[in-house]
């Protein structure tokens, strides 16, 4: 399901497929996404747990 919520979101063009530019824009998210993951996740356990106010500004992080 998130592979695919992906997939979606970045086939800016709806044909089924990625174009060049919109894999380099998936790969950029997923290593944004990964850094800032990894830097909230403290004890290293592959979790985090987020209120609300630090939940947008991890997600504002991810359009930076």
Do not use: H
């Not at 997939?7 to 800016?12: A, E, L, Q, V, W």
């Not at 996404?33 to 209120?51: H, L």
Request: glycine content about 4%.
């Amino acid at each position: 399901p998130a592979l695919q919520q992906l997939m979606t979101t970045f086939d800016r063009k709806k044909l089924g497929q990625l174009s060049l530019d919109d894999y380099i824009e998936l790969s950029v998210f997923l290593g944004v996404s990964r850094n800032v993951f990894q830097f909230n996740d403290t004890y290293k356990t592959g979790q985090v747990t987020f209120n609300f106010e630090q939940f947008v500004r991890v997600a504002a992080q991810l359009y930076q």
